[in-house]
């Protein structure tokens, strides 16, 4: 009720001052002068309040970044305007100048300052004044590979070099899987929630949460992709088909399955090892047991040992698509 009263006083008092202002300074017609003057100030009243509706859904940041943009597009109209009083038969044209360029200028640093506030920290901004500019080191984060939570396990050991870029469209997705009426889906859109708050407290990894979209694309795998172009940065994920698509665009991709298979311990034939047979094979009289990475073993005439721990031989490794497979029989 308050806010409301505020409203209808600024409205009331602006339509006042245009009175007051049209009368006196007669701008219009005498006998309308007064009334003239409250009608524009009413519409300035209303513009102003469609303006404070709209501007409460803006970040706070973003404000912040479009009035420094349009203070410093005013100040580069007034340096350029200063050129021109050197020139003496100019000066009827100095003001409209002016005002035009202040105007242009004004507005192009408003709107720069509106799109890309999120290139604007100060740690972007220190390294650009470096010549060190990171931006070819930004790693962009998919929803497989968030929800996965592998990856923060990589940034605690310090292999993770470089910016963590994390899209709002990314976040929008991650709230709808945790907003989902699935338990299955709803668990995992909390996991990776969960995951990014792991990541964004490690000492020793930058998080960026950017709110570069692109509307006209509707995929969020495109999306990504066209992030990437945009600002240079690799895809971090474990879905295959993204990566494909990337690689076909030219954007580098950072899976973590393939690291996850690359780190796999080298097993050599003739290689003895410990493990448990858990089930069945599908040839007849195989068993199977599995690692701690999840590398399966095939144990040939391990039927009678099913639940039991035993020492097998290896006898060859076969590297698959979905992963290693290591072939074995049980030592004599």
Request: hydrophobic content about 50%; proline content about 2%; overall charge neutral.
């Amino acid at each position: 009720m308050m806010i409301l009263l505020i409203r209808i006083l600024f409205v009331v008092l602006l339509m006042a001052s245009g009175y007051l202002i049209a009368d006196q300074q007669e701008l219009f017609a005498q006998t309308y002068a007064g009334y003239m003057g409250m009608c524009l100030g009413l519409i300035v009243g209303l513009i102003g309040l469609y303006s404070e509706r709209k501007l409460r859904r803006v970040r706070l940041a973003r404000l912040i970044w479009s009035l420094i943009g349009m203070i410093v597009g005013f100040i580069l109209a007034q340096i350029l305007v200063q050129f021109f009083i050197i020139f003496p038969q100019l000066d009827s044209l100095i003001t409209p100048f002016q005002i035009l360029l202040s105007l242009v200028l004004g507005y192009t640093g408003l709107m720069i300052g509106y799109i890309h506030f999120s290139s604007f920290s100060i740690p972007t901004l220190i390294k650009t004044f470096r010549g060190n500019d990171k931006q070819y080191n930004n790693k962009i984060l998919d929803t497989s590979v968030i929800i996965d939570g592998r990856i923060a396990d990589i940034c605690e050991t310090g292999f993770i070099e470089g910016n963590l870029v994390i899209p709002q469209f990314i976040l929008k997705e991650l709230q709808h899987i945790a907003d989902s009426s699935d338990v299955l889906k709803r668990n995992r859109g909390r996991r990776g929630l969960d995951i990014l708050q792991k990541i964004q407290k490690l000492a020793n990894v930058n998080v960026e949460i950017v709110e570069t979209d692109f509307p006209k694309v509707r995929e969020v795998d495109a999306k990504l992709v066209e992030l990437g172009k945009t600002i240079g940065g690799k895809i971090l994920t474990n879905d295959f088909n993204l990566n494909k698509i990337a690689e076909l665009q030219g954007i580098t991709v950072l899976n973590v399955n393939e690291l996850a298979n690359a780190l796999k311990p080298v097993v050599l034939p003739g290689e003895v090892m410990t493990v448990h047979v858990l089930k069945e094979g599908k040839e007849t009289g195989q068993g199977v047991a599995y690692l701690d990475d999840g590398t399966m073993v095939v144990v040939d005439n391990a039927i009678e040992v099913i639940g039991r721990n035993v020492e097998v031989s290896v006898t060859s490794v076969l590297q698959t698509t979905a992963g290693r497979m290591i072939f074995s029989r049980l030592k004599e």
